[in-house]
């Protein structure tokens, strides 16, 4: 497939598409900090998901700037390299001394060290296309990662029976943003753009089932006398109620 320019109407709508989509995404997170400002602690919430986003947008920042003629992944990923730091900046405020050391130690090990890494070794050991394409690699990999990682969230959902920790609209932006970057990624012949967000979209569209299933198909009906419940079922659903708020999905 011939590569189309960035000066393509499509490759232009699909980029901006991606960025508005991903935008809102990284919005996301705004009520929990709120939440966190206002109560003046973190709350037990954890740290991990915005360092590794973090991660994510330097990554795909170097990237683009390397491979070059990829401005819509340079913008999107510097407005969240932005986010991502004001939000881990808050949390470190407001968390505990525990919380704050962990979350100090990996931004700089991981974040700091790691990106430091992939940086001198790509410099100084591939040029031109190699460069690229080590970088592609590394990005498609933690791309994967990444949607991967929702595979945890969705076995929650099914052993308790209960979608309080699978937002359905994350899920549904999530999956929009998979479908814009697998286009932009398809129209200008970069493989390891569009490769990861197929599983992205696969992963979203299992989530949107499980949440329709879990909310409105898989009730106990009302007329059913309570004596009659499987005990189980009773359970179950008592233990899921018990886990709300112990997974933030942002």
Same mark, same amino acid.
């Not at 699909?14 to 929990?32: E, W």
């Not at 109560?39 to 590794?52: F, R």
């Not at 808050?90 to 090990?109: H, N, Q, V």
């Given at each position: 497939?011939?590569?189309?320019? !960035?000066?393509?109407?499509?490759? /232009? ?12 995404? =990284? ?27 973090? /991660?994510?947008?330097?990554?795909? $920042? ?22 991502? $730091?004001?939000? +881990?900046?808050?949390? $470190?405020? *407001?968390?505990?001394?525990?919380? &704050? ?6 931004? %700089?090990? /991981?974040?700091?060290?790691? =990106? @430091? ?6 410099? =100084? ?12 690699? $590394?990005?498609?990999? =933690? ?5 991967? %990682? ?8 099914? &052993?308790?029976? @209960?979608?309080?920790? !699978? ?21 200008? #012949?970069? /493989?390891? +753009? *569009? ?12 989530? !949107? ?22 005990? #189980?079922?009773?359970?179950? !659903? ?7 708020? %112990?997974?933030?999905?942002?």
């Amino acid at each position: 497939m011939a590569m189309i320019t !960035m000066q393509h109407p499509l490759v /232009f709508i699909f980029g901006a598409l991606g960025n508005i989509i991903s935008f809102m995404v =990284f919005l996301a997170p705004i009520p929990t900090f709120y939440d966190i400002v206002k109560k003046k602690s973190a709350q037990g919430y954890q740290s991990i998901p915005y360092l590794v986003a973090l /991660f994510s947008c330097m990554l795909w $920042i170097y990237y683009a700037l390397v491979k070059t003629h990829a401005m819509p992944l340079i913008t999107i990923n510097s407005i969240g390299c932005v986010l991502e $730091i004001t939000y +881990i900046a808050i949390y $470190i405020a *407001y968390a505990s001394k525990k919380d &704050r050391m962990t979350t100090l130690k990996i931004l %700089a090990l /991981f974040n700091l060290g790691g =990106f @430091s890494l992939i940086f001198v070794c790509s410099y =100084f050991l591939t040029k031109g296309s190699n460069r690229v394409r080590l970088l592609g690699w $590394i990005g498609l990999s =933690f791309g994967v990662g990444v949607f991967v %990682a929702p595979l945890s969230i969705m076995r929650k959902v099914i &052993r308790t029976k @209960s979608v309080e920790f !699978m937002p359905f609209s994350l899920s549904f932006f999530l999956t929009l943003n998979a479908v814009a970057w697998f286009f932009y990624g398809l129209l200008v #012949n970069d /493989f390891y +753009i *569009y490769l990861p967000n197929v599983l992205g979209f696969a992963f979203g569209i299992v989530q !949107m089932i499980l949440y329709v299933f879990y909310k409105y198909c898989n009730k106990v009906p009302k007329e059913q006398p309570q004596d009659d419940v499987d005990t #189980n079922r009773v359970l179950e !659903m008592s233990s899921a109620k018990g886990q709300k708020g %112990a997974y933030n999905l942002v």
